[in-house]
């Protein structure tokens, strides 16, 4: 079985280009991250390695037109197309949490260990998290249940209550 270890990321995968949009450069990104308006606030990114200062980016429906530095042209963008759009966390807030950066936090309810986050479900309400130790706990990722998250310590404090362990009837 494998180790599995949180910690913050260096780059936040945001989305993926899919084409392009008009002659300029300008790319069409599907954002991976809550919603396309996310990624507008970013002043750099990184795409295959390389970083670039982004001159704009705008919503369009549910997807972002996105021109960086150094693509100017419709060839230079379509040359990005399947490419990933990432970001630097550190330009990200210490309040937001990606799911990437959860797996393997040690999960603790009255400081009694339970076990590791090893999966995130999406559900249409919340997501929950799937903690595994010598029972399997299903805890909805709300204020009610989930306390405090510090990914510096890799600890994550909650409540369960009955229901919770996978196991129980």
């Not at 300008?26 to 390695?49: A, H, N, Q, T, Y």
């Amino acid at each position: 079985m494998k180790e599995l270890f949180a910690m913050k990321l260096q780059l936040i995968d945001a989305g993926e280009i899919v084409t392009t949009h008009g002659v300029k450069g300008e790319m069409k990104v599907l954002c991976w991250l809550d919603s396309p308006e996310d990624l507008c606030g970013f002043k750099r990114c990184v795409i295959d390695g390389a970083e670039y200062k982004i001159s704009s980016c705008r919503v369009q429906k549910t997807c972002n037109l996105l021109k960086v530095d150094t693509v100017d042209t419709m060839e230079a963008a379509q040359s990005m197309r399947g490419k990933i759009v990432q970001l630097h966390r550190e330009d990200i807030s210490d309040d937001v949490i990606f799911v990437a950066e959860l797996i393997g936090v040690e999960v603790y309810s009255d400081n009694r260990f339970l076990g590791k986050i090893e999966d995130v479900l999406d559900y249409p309400g919340n997501q929950v998290y799937v903690v595994r130790g010598e029972n399997e706990y299903l805890i909805p990722a709300v204020k009610a249940f989930v306390h405090h998250t510090d990914l510096d310590a890799n600890r994550m404090d909650v409540t369960v209550i009955e229901g919770m362990r996978s196991d129980e009837d």
